[in-house]
């Protein structure tokens, strides 16, 4: 009721409720992100109330991490059969089930995989940036790329912009306090999505945003089970694409170098060298203010140039950034610089790399096939959590995590470059 009464008014001033959906969206996946970056401000806590070591903790996010992407591609799935409203709302409450439980029996090193492996990290795979990409191609049928750099930039930027507070909750009032306060911000997302998210524009008699009629909706059909075999069939079918199979390695390398690394790492890596943890999540929340100016901007350039150019210029700035970062000594300027250049291209790959997905294999398949290559990104970050903190637990050092995530960098900026050139991408491609 409420949807259809604030579309009609905001009809009236000529406002497409599109971005109503996108503003609730982006509220979202910035809550979720903050769920997901969340554990990696808890592990020095953990490790002094529970006694676990860094590998310990680091395979149960690791676990997480899988789990956030290989729900992406069945995220599509349940998305188109059951409405994004549903599956929005189980998301943040299977979340918030993860969270609670940990707060009110979490003892044993198993109950943490549980909570913060298994349960976070199904259910925030289920709004991952598969919701971004299945918003874009649902409701706007001009300006997708800034759409998509929008919702992208505020999956990382909620990563990192949570952590700031997260670190200064966790070190004046325990983890516990810190943990509740996502707890409340979930519920406050559950509520938005419950009242204003629809999952198509025919919902509300509109068009989508940049064309004049109404397209109606198809009907739903195939049971459950072909539902559930669906992105297995997708799958089968491009998976004779080397344009797939490209982009599903270099975003490997992107998951790894970010949410694998930095988000889960960082601020212990800064602790080895006597930097505090709130001044650490400081540097992260800036690299998340510096993700959401280079995103947002990456939408618009992948609205108008070569997207296979635009991810060799990201990632080759990436693994400069990383193999500068054991130069800096960890002073404040050399930081901050890092921060500047790294958050510029934290998640700037995104948008790109979802313009070639939908020029490639059609705009019906896009989300499930980027859900594929989404969960590349996330087995990437799998990988990348437990190696650097099997690293440092055997090495008591980070150093050669990070030399070997620039030069995985460079590497994917060089095979960027031999994706097959989509005739949609053109510099007046949507």
């Known amino acids: 009721m409420l949807a259809s009464l604030l579309a009609g008014s905001l009809t009236r001033r000529r406002i497409h409720y599109s971005w109503v959906v996108a503003s609730v969206t982006f509220l979202t996946m910035l809550v979720m992100a903050g769920a997901v970056g969340a554990p990696g401000v808890f592990i020095v806590p953990l490790q002094n109330e529970f006694g676990w070591q860094t590998a310990d903790i680091s395979s149960a996010l690791a676990i997480r991490f899988a789990l956030f992407g290989l729900m992406g591609p069945f995220a599509g799935a349940f998305m188109n059969h059951f409405g994004m409203r549903k599956v929005m709302v189980t998301a943040i409450v299977v979340v918030m089930i993860g969270f609670g439980a940990s707060l009110l029996f979490m003892t044993e090193f198993w109950q943490l995989v549980l909570c913060w492996g298994i349960l ?29 750099g929008l919702l992208a930039a505020s999956s990382a930027t909620g990563q990192l912009v949570f952590l700031p507070l ?23 997302a559950v509520v938005a999505v419950l009242a204003l998210m629809r999952d198509h524009p025919a ?13 109606a909706v198809s009907a739903k059909t195939g049971t459950l089970r072909q539902m559930l075999l669906m992105p297995l069939t997708v799958l089968r079918d491009v998976s004779g694409s080397m344009t797939f199979w490209i982009l599903f390695a270099t ?19 800064c602790g080895d060298f006597g930097l505090v943890a709130t001044s650490a999540a400081g540097l992260l929340a800036l690299m998340g203010i510096f993700d959401f100016i280079g995103t947002v901007g990456s939408g618009w350039l992948s609205d108008r140039y070569d997207n296979r150019w635009l991810l060799f210029m990201y990632y080759g700035l990436r693994g400069v ?12 300027f050399g930081l901050s610089i890092f921060a500047i250049l790294y958050g510029l291209d934290w998640i700037a790959t995104v948008p790109p790399t979802i313009k070639l997905t939908a020029a490639t294999f059609g705009v019906q398949r896009a989300n499930i096939v980027f859900g594929w290559i989404f969960a590349a990104h996330q087995l990437g ?8 903190g099997m690293i440092r637990t055997v090495l008591a050092t980070y150093t050669p995590s990070f030399f070997i ?26």
């Not at 409701?139 to 759409?147: E, P, Q």
């Not at 949410?259 to 212990?268: A, D, E």
């Open 203 to 215: 919902d509300l008699g509109l068009p989508l945003y940049g064309e004049t009629e109404p397209q």
């Open 251 to 269: 975003f490997f390398i992107c998951g790894a170098t970010t949410s694998g690394l930095i988000q889960t790492h960082f601020v212990t890596m």
């Open 166 to 188: 997260l670190a200064r909750l966790t070190e004046n009032f325990g983890w516990r306090t810190a943990l509740t306060f996502i707890c409340v911000m979930l519920a406050v």
């Open 120 to 148: 976070v990290g199904a259910g925030t795979g289920l709004t991952a940036m598969v919701l971004g990409a299945t918003v874009a191609t649902r409701w706007f049928s001009s300006r997708r790329g800034l759409i998509i």
């Open 405 to 430: 995530a620039g030069m995985l960098c460079f590497i994917a900026a060089l095979v960027a470059l031999a994706i097959a050139r989509p005739a949609a991408i053109t510099g007046s491609a949507r």
């Open 381 to 388: 970050a799998a990988f990348a959590a437990y190696g650097a």
């Open 321 to 332: 950034a990383l193999i500068i970062l054991p130069f800096t000594d960890f002073a404040v």
